[in-house]
């Protein structure tokens, strides 16, 4: 079940728990609060999902959107007034980005020296 896990799930699963639980120590309206809990949690699940099914790369690619969106939510949800919230977002969905691209098979491949795997 935990046989193929990988560093990056793991780190996932803290930048979507930072950001989950942001609001408590962030000044922040209704919008960044909830943007940051419910793309934190989204994050944080992702990569949990990842831990225990490692070959399900639809995961990642999903990781990689709710990094995305909790770039754009202070844009968005109209929350850039508020710094501390503002910058948690943009950091932490470029960190959840990074962390979905490394995680892709394509990239895992790569970086293990190996090519693209034909199918028979």
Do not use: C, E, K
Request: proline letters at 3%; charged letters at 10%.
């Amino acid at each position: 079940m935990f046989s193929d896990s990988r560093l990056q799930d793991y780190v996932a699963v803290i930048l979507g728990v930072f950001a989950a639980l942001s609001p408590l120590w962030l000044d922040t309206n209704d919008a960044a609060m909830w943007s940051l809990i419910v793309l934190g949690v989204l994050v944080a699940l992702s990569g949990l999902a990842q831990i225990v099914r490692p070959s399900m790369a639809a995961i990642d690619y999903a990781m990689g959107v709710f990094g995305v969106l909790l770039f754009l939510s202070p844009w968005v949800m109209d929350f850039t007034a508020y710094n501390g919230a503002s910058w948690t977002a943009w950091i932490v969905g470029v960190l959840t980005v990074v962390v979905a691209v490394a995680a892709l098979p394509v990239m895992n491949a790569r970086m293990h020296g190996g090519g693209l795997a034909t199918h028979h």
